[in-house]
């Protein structure tokens, strides 16, 4: 079994959510926790771009809201960086950045 951490933002975000979107990030992160399943579409996607690389996104929709969580696989735990709501891709970006950011900070640490 994979370990899972979580930054503050990220059990902030998905503790203020609905109810769906809660039961659907619960799921997901029991997929994920699981090492014999890939970190793959539909539930995570790989980020490609380089300057990126290595964050992954969990995908949730619910109601008709989309949220991101951005996380980064180290050794075999998974790390819960940040989590957003998808309105646009700025956001996306935005996240990443920050994400990395976050990331950078913990590896210095």
């Given amino acids: 079994m994979r370990k899972i951490y979580t930054y503050q933002n990220v059990q902030n975000f998905i503790e203020s959510d609905d109810e769906k979107l809660k039961d659907k990030f619960q799921n997901i992160l029991a997929y994920i926790s699981n090492e014999k399943n890939e970190l793959r579409e539909p539930y ?10 290595g964050l992954y996104e969990i995908r949730l929709k619910a109601s008709r809201t989309m949220a991101r969580v951005v996380f980064s ?6 790390i819960l960086l ?7 891709i700025k956001d996306t970006k935005r996240a990443l950045g ?6 950078n900070e913990a590896r210095k640490k």
């Fill in 98 to 103: 920050y994400a990395l950011k976050l990331l």
């Fill in 82 to 88: 940040y989590a957003f709501y998808k309105n646009d």
């Fill in 44 to 53: 995570v996607r790989h980020i490609s771009q380089n300057r990126f690389k």
């Fill in 73 to 78: 696989k180290q050794d075999e735990n998974i």
